[in-house]
């Protein structure tokens, strides 16, 4: 079978879901005549048709209401944020409202909110952002970060089955970038589950999204300096997957966190709290980031590969750590 | 009736909608309206005893404008409150004794201690459920949540309005503005009530908006715009009735002001000293809703001062009856606390110093003890 992109894959699980299960529907901007911005949901329209496939006005907020109320009525709403830095638009709708209901009232609301996440592509300070750790915060939500196209297809399946709000975080850099060969079947990736990306025995980096792919690099670069890297992918941070974290600090004693969002308030600085309540006695040496700076994304490259972490900050990190 | 204002066509010409209405469904209008009015009353006792254990929050006043309003859905619409329309929740099914129990933070309240005041619902199948929707207190949410509701309704075709109301505030919010337009350009069968009542919390109307009445936003948003004093509790029946016939039939979203006035604080707490002096007796004196109905259902339908009497004290008697039933009620278990933020896992875990801290916090240790030790406990 032929490789398919990040991209596709992504759409492919849409297609199949909504093939699947008439509830599920798409709202968005641009998203039905034209496909979407980066032409994720192409074709949908023409299959699905306008009751199915909904261009709507620019407003945030009453994409992400609408969901809910949608949702509570039994439908399985996938909403497009045309630019993942646009939630903020929605941030109480999601906080308030979507991610309370189950808990204050009982309201199923079974939905995703979707959208292109993430920098490395000359975007500037509103169009790359990656604001997964601002929703991190409420409890009620669930959000997955894909790296692999496989992933990508299999996890927003598992996002749309779920019966809670998955915020699911689509990376631009790799939407065309990487291509897998999809599983056979009906291929669901469990939500809250994370992944070795590579077995090592001396550093574990622990990381999700397109920093996945900049360990590696450095994984295949500190090798050749007989530096065995074990590297993880969460692919869902909200739940996380503890026990994938504890286990390869019980088993390397020495833990890089990664990720391309900023530092200050960041994932990292959470599992560094979670390891360091359960596997301190494990840990031979202080648990490091490797992260964005606090800084908006500048556009010039020079500026924004400056600020965004590199796969040498990444080889220097794990240098520091085997070194401690 | 209903006056429309400039640039909206009038939709109704000749009968009143409320003539339409038997005398039993009259009176019916005068008992939710003083049921509101008395199981406030009684809220402000319990309030004062310290049984309500949040803030309470008054409708006095208003009761016609939630009533009459709600009045025109039929059971299978779905209607989404704000926190002056217990009214229109009692039309809709919820009952005193829910109202009573949610006040007081009781274990089988409706939200079972979770949520606060009338912050409460009962949405889902048509024909099953009683179909209001329990509000949230950032205001003008439930705006976009209703489109959503009713863009269910349209895609399913399936014969339902719903209403949702907002006060003046409200409409100064974004998720007003996005989730009204939105629900017009998708033509959802959606009634948007814009309760004027000449406050939010202590702001008054002429500091919330510019526009002279709210009714003129109708016109922007391409809606069917439509207006009544809310405090006229058949003229509210009318023009909300209007406004979900329009609905219904299809044609899209209607605005409907109803122009009242709040007559306590926002809460129970607030000592109202922003209101001129004078006004909010003037209101009482000569436009309180509920005496103004009892003169018409003298005067119009001949209804005589022992039958009014006879509902008076059959509602003293259910509220009674209700908080008698309330104050049984239990506290809730604390550990329901940690169940259901997710369907998936189902609980929350206690934090560890909530559960045997000795084991949760040592229970962990490397064996071998702090070093450089390999995890099969070979020395480096």
């Known amino acids: 079978m032929a490789e398919i992109t990040y991209l596709e894959a992504i759409r492919e699980a849409l297609f199949e879901e909504m093939e699947r299960d008439r509830n599920v529907f798409c709202m968005g901007q641009d998203i039905g005549a034209f496909g979407g911005a980066f032409k994720v949901t192409e074709g949908l329209l023409a299959r699905f048709g306008e009751q199915r496939v909904i261009d709507s006005p620019i407003s945030e907020i009453a994409l992400v209401g609408a969901a809910a109320g949608a949702a509570h009525m039994g439908l399985r709403p996938v909403v497009e944020m045309q630019f993942i830095d646009f939630i903020a638009n929605a941030y109480d709708m999601l906080t308030n409202y979507v991610a309370t209901a189950r808990y204050r009232a009982f309201l199923p609301c079974p939905m995703v909110v979707r959208g292109p996440s993430g920098g490395y592509v000359r975007g500037g300070p509103f169009h790359s952002q990656n604001p997964e750790a601002g929703f991190l915060h409420t409890p009620g939500l669930k959000i997955v970060y894909p790296s692999t196209a496989a992933d990508a297809k299999g996890l927003m399946k598992a996002a749309v089955r779920d019966d809670d709000c998955v915020l699911f975080f689509e990376h631009k850099y790799l939407y065309r970038r990487v291509k897998d060969v999809m599983p056979d079947g009906d291929h669901v990736v469990p939500i809250g589950q994370a992944r070795v990306a590579r077995e090592g025995s001396d550093v574990s980096i622990v990381t999700y999204a397109s920093t996945v792919w900049k360990a590696l690099e450095a994984a295949d670069l500190l090798a050749a300096e007989s530096i065995s890297v074990e590297v993880i992918d969460l692919r869902s941070l909200a739940p996380m997957d503890d026990e994938a974290i504890f286990r390869t600090v019980k088993k390397t004693n020495r833990l890089l966190i990664v990720h391309e969002d900023t530092r200050t308030g960041g994932m990292a600085g959470e599992i560094t709290a979670r390891v360091n309540e359960t596997c301190f006695e494990w840990l031979d040496a202080p648990v490091l980031r490797v992260t964005a700076a606090d800084i908006p994304l500048p556009y010039a490259p020079a500026l924004e590969d400056y600020v965004l972490p590199q796969t040498a900050d990444i080889v220097r990190a794990v240098r520091r750590l085997t070194a401690y | ?380």
């Open chain 2, 1 to 380: 009736m209903a006056k429309s204002r400039p640039g909206r066509v009038m939709p109704v010409s000749g009968a009143r909608p409320s003539d339409a209405l038997s005398r039993a469904q009259k009176l019916e209008l005068y008992y939710w309206m003083k049921l509101t009015r008395q199981l406030e009353e009684r809220l402000v006792n319990l309030y004062r005893q310290t049984k309500v254990v949040g803030g309470l929050f008054r409708s006095l006043g208003q009761e016609a404008d939630a009533v009459g309003s709600c009045f025109a859905l039929e059971q299978r619409d779905v209607m989404s409150p704000l926190i002056r329309n217990l009214g229109a929740m009692l039309v809709k099914g919820a009952t005193p004794v829910e109202v009573l129990k949610q006040y007081m933070a009781k274990a089988d309240s409706p939200t079972r201690g979770r949520e606060l005041n009338i912050h409460f619902g009962d949405i889902g199948e048509a024909g099953v459920t009683r179909g209001f929707l329990g509000q949230i207190s950032p205001l003008g949410d439930m705006v976009p949540v209703m489109t959503g509701v009713t863009m269910s309704f349209k895609m399913r075709g399936e014969d339902r309005v719903g209403l949702v109301y907002v006060g003046d505030g409200a409409t100064s919010t974004g998720a007003f503005h996005e989730g009204i337009n939105f629900a017009a350009v998708q033509k959802c069968p959606l009634v948007v009530v814009v309760e004027n009542n000449g406050y939010a919390y202590s702001t008054p109307t002429h500091k919330q908006s510019a526009a002279k009445f709210f009714v003129d936003k109708a016109i922007g948003y391409g809606v069917l715009g439509l207006q009544a004093d809310g405090n006229d509790v058949l003229a509210t029946y009318d023009v909300t009735k209007t406004a979900v016939d329009h609905a219904r039939a299809g044609h899209g979203v209607a605005l409907v002001e109803l122009i009242t006035y709040r007559r306590k604080g926002h809460a129970e707490h607030d000592n109202q000293s922003y209101v001129p002096a004078g006004e909010i007796e003037q209101w009482a004196a000569e436009n309180d809703p509920i005496d103004r109905y009892a003169q018409v259902l003298r005067s119009d339908l001949g209804v005589s001062g022992s039958e009014i009497a006879a509902i008076d004290a059959r509602i003293l008697r259910e509220i009674d009856e209700a908080t008698d039933l309330a104050e049984l009620s239990g506290t809730p278990d604390v550990r329901e606390a940690l169940v259901g933020v997710y369907a998936e896992p189902p609980s929350e875990q206690p934090l560890w110093f909530r559960r045997d801290a000795e084991a949760d916090a040592y229970g962990q240790e490397r064996p071998e003890s702090w070093g450089t030790w390999n995890a099969d406990g070979a020395k480096r």
